[in-house]
T-cell receptor, first 113, second 113 residues
Framework: NAGVTQTPKFQVLKTGQSMTLQCAQDMNHEYMSWYRQDPGMGLRLIHY???????DQGEVPNGYNVSRSTTEDFPLRLLLAAPSQTSVYFCASSLLAGEGEQYFGPGTRLTVT | AQSVSQHNHHVILSEAASLELGCNYSYGGTVNLFWYVQYPGQHLQLLLKYFSGDPLVKGIKGFEAEFIKSKFSFNLRKPSVQWSDTAEYFCAVNDGSWGKLQFGAGTQVVVTP
């Protein structure tokens, strides 16, 4: 099992550009989520999905879109990148949304200039 | 809205010293509690979790945590730290609802030889 994989590992964007952060898991987990990690603020939930075709907003969804067409993949789209979106982004998955341990990907470090 | 507070943002201690990291949450109902660790340059890994039963839970690498319901606390402990315990530690709380894992701001622990 590869677990949770994320690409790219690093990305630099200019303000106004768009891009997609990729996330995939091979554990057949129903639940997937995206977090951003900023110094002194821990991890904040951006969007999550409880299964293919079902997504919902987390704590900080503005400026991000997600979709879940398959169980394995959960891409995060930045529509118009802003410097405030400079952060480290982690994707996670778990078997059960409420009680399950979440498995995290290695992260994507994004810088928006 | 539920929140998670970690008492210390930065802790420095010597090898063989004891470690205790505080975590308090604000939610009155049933909760699931987690401690995650992030070693330098790595993604988050689960240290331990509490769902129900014995309030003293043991995790990996000699860590343990005690759930005190009356104090809304879930403090992490290790009797004798090693240099390899240098990492950032995150407390997280889930109230069992879909996708709502709330993280604390994290505590950076530095263990000096």
């Amino acid at each position: 099992n590869a677990g949770v994989t994320q690409t790219p590992k690093f990305q630099v964007l200019k303000t106004g550009q768009s891009m997609t952060l990729q996330c995939a898991q091979d554990m057949n987990h129903e639940y997937m989520s995206w977090y951003r990690q900023d110094p002194g603020m821990g991890l904040r939930l951006i969007h999550y999905s409880v299964g293919a075709g079902i997504t919902d907003q987390g704590e900080v969804p503005n400026g991000y879109n997600v979709s879940r067409s398959t169980t394995e993949d959960f891409p995060l789209r930045l529509l118009l990148a802003a410097p405030s979106q400079t952060s480290v982004y982690f994707c996670a998955s778990s078997l059960l949304a409420g009680e399950g341990e979440q498995y995290f990907g290695p992260g994507t470090r994004l810088t928006v200039t | 809205a539920q929140s998670v507070s970690q008492h210390n943002h930065h802790v420095i201690l010597s090898e063989a010293a004891s470690l205790e990291l505080g975590c308090n949450y604000s939610y009155g109902g049933t909760v699931n509690l987690f401690w995650y660790v992030q070693y330098p340059g790595q993604h988050l890994q689960l240290l331990l979790k509490y769902f129900s039963g014995d309030p003293l839970v043991k995790g990996i690498k000699g860590f343990e945590a005690e759930f005190i319901k009356s104090k809304f606390s879930f403090n992490l402990r290790k009797p004798s730290v090693q240099w390899s315990d240098t990492a950032e530690y995150f407390c997280a709380v889930n109230d069992g609802s879909w996708g709502k894992l709330q993280f604390g701001a994290g505590t950076q622990v530095v263990v000096t030889p």
